[in-house]
């Protein structure tokens, strides 16, 4: 694949402003994201308001965590962290978003009163997709490619990608993990949208799982250019093992919990099986109303406002005035 074409137009240029490949990539993956996260949580009987008041609080801390944790482990002097120039050429860590994701959902969670693992749940699935969308930013940008392609029946996209400042074939590493993110994405999502059982905390661990392992093969063999380690230490690396013995432990918690507590790994022997019966509201006035893609609308109709409820109440409220 000659990406030279984009090397020479690496955007999309209206006037003296240009609109880089690579931001459009993040945008559509936060847009897709937007949209599949707002879906889960009316669906598992969450207000998609209270995602928009995460959405709205979450981004901006992430985006200096994905800053700060590049900077940190890169050994980059502090002066340069949030320098214009220094901005301008890059350097942001997934990992660090994820971290700051984690920290500020718990946060809102808490001060909310909101349960965590239900709302990571749902979260998980959105950020894959976005993260699927933001490799690509990086085949546009040329970087963050696998070692070099010696075998000419390899040098093909998507086995490999050619790179023009290196003048060779090198493994289409940006491609795979795409790929594996959105097989992912897809498995959780049709999990989040079917399964309403107990425990709340599945999905959550095996993205830490998934995403913990695909890192830790793809870290240390890529190209040592991007590999972040400050100090003498391969962060992202060590942070990916972090993720994935981390994930399997968050999983085995959960089961085992809710094996002691239910009776069974998931759902319960013993009550109400489902892990999203109550409705999760963003403020306190906020009614649940009946809706076809909420699945508890289908097991506890009796509990949710129709349209016809809702008129009726208003006219009722109107005569009372009168």
């Known amino acids: 694949m000659n990406t030279q074409a984009l090397l020479d137009h690496p955007g999309i240029k209206i006037g003296e402003f240009t609109i880089t490949y690579y931001a459009l990539c993040i945008v559509c993956g936060m847009i897709i994201a937007f949209i599949l996260i707002s879906l889960l949580f009316k669906r598992r009987n969450m207000s998609p308001d209270l995602f928009l008041t995460i959405f709205v609080i979450c981004l901006p801390i992430c985006l200096v965590t994905t800053r700060l944790f590049y900077c940190i482990t890169d050994g980059m002097p502090i002066e340069e962290w949030f320098a214009w120039d220094s901005l301008q050429k890059g350097g942001l860590s997934i990992i660090g978003g994820i971290l700051g994701g984690i920290i500020s959902i718990f946060v809102v969670c808490l001060i909310k009163k909101v349960p965590f693992f239900r709302v990571t749940d749902c979260v998980v699935v959105g950020l894959l997709v976005a993260q699927a969308c933001g490799r690509w930013g990086n085949f546009f940008n040329q970087e963050v490619y696998g070692a070099e392609v010696t075998n000419e029946a390899l040098q093909f996209f998507p086995i490999a990608v050619f790179i023009d ?23 959780l999502f049709w999990n989040g949208w079917k399964n309403g059982k107990k425990p709340n905390g599945v999905n959550s661990a095996l993205y830490c799982t998934s995403y913990g392992l695909v890192r830790s093969i793809m870290e240390p063999l890529r190209d040592p250019t991007y590999i972040l380690n400050g100090g003498g230490v391969p ?22 919990v809710n094996k002691r507590k239910e009776g069974t790994l998931f759902g319960s022997l013993n009550g109400d099986p489902y892990g999203i019966s109550e409705f999760i509201k963003d403020s306190k006035n906020e009614v649940p109303k009946f809706s076809k893609i909420n699945m508890m609308c289908a097991v506890y109709p009796e509990r949710y406002e129709t349209q016809e409820d809702k008129t009726e109440n208003a006219t009722d409220g109107g005569n009372e005035e009168q």
């Open 235 to 256: 962060w992202s690396l060590v942070t990916s093992i972090l993720l994935l013995v981390g994930g399997l432990a968050w999983l085995f918690a959960v089961l085992f």
């Open 165 to 187: 400042n290196r003048n060779a074939w090198h493994y289409a590493f940006f491609f795979y993990e795409s790929t594996f993110n959105l097989i992912v994405a897809a498995l």
